[in-house]
């Protein structure tokens, strides 16, 4: 069975910390891989989305790939108490199936 | 990004009758559309893959007749919870894909009496 993994946490990191987001994949034909952020209650929101081997930058965020070790991180600088949440890593197979991770619980203290 | 609608947001009904949800992506077609159920504290579930024009695809342990699905438009798919009971009370999400990237709607809560 295709799977994404991810640590379920909570993860808690101090205001304007690094918030580092880790996850595994099991697919090694995978080709995409995704970020996603889900507030309590609410949908979840596309952060990123990261195609090649190494790092892709868009503001606090940057999303890292390593297609060798099948592992992909997304890391937040200056957490701000608003980025608490749950953050959803997924992977798209070879065969175009979209893999959800079951999230990793973010807590920024303020 | 593209951006997907999904009425209504939220939903009270009796149990035993049926409850249609909408799901439009409004800015771009979609061949494709996902239908998914969240659980308070718990992770998406994939309830099944709507595609245009043909029938739905459910995974395993969604029972296709509660849950009616219908993809007549490459804008509009709708699930239909037929003879809705109160365990059938969820969060439903759905989805739709344009250039490989997964966008949701912004879900619906539904409650069972």
């Known amino acids: 069975q295709k799977e994404v993994e991810q640590n379920s946490g909570p993860l808690s990191v101090p205001e304007g910390a690094i918030a580092s987001l880790n996850c595994t994949y099991s697919?090694?034909?995978?080709?995409?891989f995704f970020w996603y952020r889900q507030y309590s209650g609410k949908s979840p929101e596309l952060i990123m989305f990261?195609?090649?081997?190494g790092d892709k930058e868009d503001g606090r965020f940057t999303a890292q790939l390593n297609k060798a070790s099948q592992y992909v991180s997304l890391l937040i600088r200056d957490s701000q108490p608003s980025d608490s949440a749950t953050y959803l890593c997924?992977?798209?197979?070879?065969?175009?199936?979209?893999?959800f991770g079951a999230g990793t619980r973010l807590f920024v203290k303020a | 990004g593209a951006v997907v609608s999904q009425h209504p947001s939220w939903v009270i009904c009796k149990s035993g009758t049926s409850v249609k949800i909408e799901c439009r992506s409004l800015?771009?077609?979609?061949?494709?559309m996902f239908w998914y159920r969240q659980f308070p504290k718990q992770s998406l579930m994939l309830m099944a893959t709507?595609?245009?024009?043909?029938?739905?695809?459910?995974e395993q342990g969604v029972e296709k007749d509660k849950f009616l699905i219908n993809h007549a438009s490459l804008t509009l798919s709708t699930l239909t919870v037929t003879s809705a009971h109160p365990e059938d009370s969820s969060f439903y999400i759905c989805?739709?894909?344009?250039?490989?990237?997964?966008?949701f709607g912004a879900g619906t809560r539904l409650s069972v009496l």
């Open positions: 989805s739709a894909t344009e250039e490989n990237i997964q966008y």
């Open positions: 697919d090694r034909g995978s080709q995409s």
């Open positions: 990261i195609y090649s081997n």
């Open positions: 997924a992977a798209t197979t070879g065969g175009f199936k979209t893999i």
């Open positions: 800015d771009f077609q979609a061949t494709t």
């Open positions: 709507s595609n245009e024009g043909s029938k739905a695809t459910y």
